[in-house]
T-cell receptor, first 111, second 111 residues
Framework: QQQVKQSPQSLIVQKGGISIINCAYE??????FPWYQQFPGKGPALLIA?????SEKKEGRFTISFNKSAKQFSLHIMDSQPGDSATYFC??????????FGSGTQLTVLP | DADVTQTPRNRITKTGKRIMLECSQT?????MYWYRQDPGLGLRLIYY???????NKGEISDGYSVSRQAQAKFSLSLESAIPNQTALYFC??????????FGSGTRLTVV
């Protein structure tokens, strides 16, 4: 049972474009929603995170949009750059603070 | 030195062999985790430990065991490796349940 569903599986975007990755969760006890970025040969690294008391969080070119009623959240990468090419994972956790990850999105930004 | 060091980086082993993956961290954190990454499945939690005397099973613990030798060391063992345990394994640590720091991973192949 996959508690966090992520789409698309892969995404190709032109340099300067907007990359959008979506996630949906089932467990209403989740209260922390981070996004992780993973480059080949490396472990995932925390990119940005949101709590459900806000609908949006922005850090530089990266924005999380959160819709609590729909149990969905998304990552938007503005002005996408070739250096953003990586695998992105959404995740969620509840009070036990154990992360449940989505299946990952492989982003390719074309120069 | 990396905050979280995993050894070995790559390992090929035969079916039925016992193998140990090691993890050490210099963050001084109490919480340590072992995750498995498979294409299309994201990262799944195998075991986690909140301190030296606290070991807990995760989502997919069957066929695995762990040992927390010290605050900084957390090892994962496959008692009798099987081909479907071929995967990328990650160790992670955090202090408060939020910002996870991952190692660079161990790529394990069971033939």
């Amino acid at each position: 049972q996959q508690q966090v569903k992520q789409s698309p599986q892969s995404l190709i975007v032109q340099k300067g474009g907007i990359s959008i990755i979506n996630c949906a969760y089932e467990n209403t006890a989740f209260d922390y929603f981070p996004w992780y970025q993973q480059f080949p040969g490396k472990g995932p690294a925390l990119l940005i995170a949101i709590r459900p008391d806000v609908s949006e969080k922005k850090e530089g070119r990266f924005t999380i949009s959160f819709n609590k009623s729909a149990k969905q959240f998304s990552l938007h990468i503005m002005d996408s750059q070739p250096g953003d090419s990586a695998t992105y994972f959404c995740a969620a956790s509840g009070s036990a603070r154990q992360l449940t990850f989505g299946s990952g999105t492989q982003l390719t930004v074309l120069p | 030195d990396a905050d979280v060091t995993q050894t070995p980086r790559n390992r090929i082993t035969k079916t039925g062999k016992r193998i140990m993956l090691e993890c050490s961290q210099t963050k001084g954190h109490d919480r340590m985790y072992w995750y498995r990454q498979d294409p299309g499945l994201g990262l799944r939690l195998i075991y986690y430990s909140f301190d030296v005397k606290d070991i807990n099973k995760g989502e997919i613990s069957d066929g695995y065991s762990v040992s927390r030798q010290a605050q900084a060391k957390f090892s994962l063992s496959l008692e009798s490796a099987i081909p479907n345990q071929t995967a990328l394994y990650f160790c992670a640590t955090n202090q408060d349940g939020y910002g996870y720091t991952f190692g660079s991973g161990t790529r394990l192949t069971v033939v």
